[in-house]
């Protein structure tokens, strides 16, 4: 019997590329990380597995692989107390509450629908130029960075 085959939409490359940044910028220093709007658990999977970090998907599908640690649940920015460092790989309407989540804990946004700015139409690079002046705004240290997976949401938010 086969192995099951996993769908995900856009480059699979992203989970790899994402769980190996996340081990080189914090290595041992955190522990539980909230993969937010994470699907099947992809990212989770191999932050676990090859990291050995316990990464937990917080999503209300789901519909996570089997031997992922999930809540299905929406995400909320006071869940953030919790875990030592929140992830939003393309968070959809976790968004805001992704961004929230910088006042208390260190973040990767990397954004992909406007779920941001629900008045104006923003494209992904006016995304992040928005998620920065509000973070700006509000005195939380941050630093834009571009990923070299493929595809034009591959620029994220990280804040320390």
């Not at 989970?15 to 658990?41: P, R, W």
């Not at 996570?64 to 919790?82: H, I, P």
């Not at 240290?141 to 949401?153: D, I, R």
Request: hydrophobic content about 35%; some cysteine; proline content about 3%.
């Amino acid at each position: 019997m086969g192995r099951k085959q996993i769908r995900c939409h856009g480059s699979e490359e992203r989970f790899e590329e994402l769980a190996k940044f996340i081990h080189d910028k914090y290595g041992n220093s955190i522990k539980y990380i909230a993969d937010v709007a994470g699907g099947q658990g992809l990212l989770s999977r191999i932050l676990s597995k090859k990291y050995n970090y316990e990464s937990e998907v917080i999503d209300p599908r789901g519909y996570v692989l089997k031997g992922v640690q999930n809540v299905q649940s929406e995400y909320l920015s006071e869940m953030a107390s919790y875990y030592d460092l929140i992830v939003g790989l393309h968070p959809d309407e976790a968004t805001k509450e992704v961004v929230y989540s910088s006042f208390m804990k260190p973040t990767i946004i990397i954004p992909c629908c406007n779920f941001w700015d629900l008045e104006n139409k923003l494209g992904s690079k006016a995304m992040i130029i928005s998620i920065s002046k509000y973070l700006k705004k509000n005195n939380i240290n941050y630093e834009v960075y571009t990923f070299s997976f493929k595809g034009p949401k591959n620029i994220g938010i990280i804040t320390s």
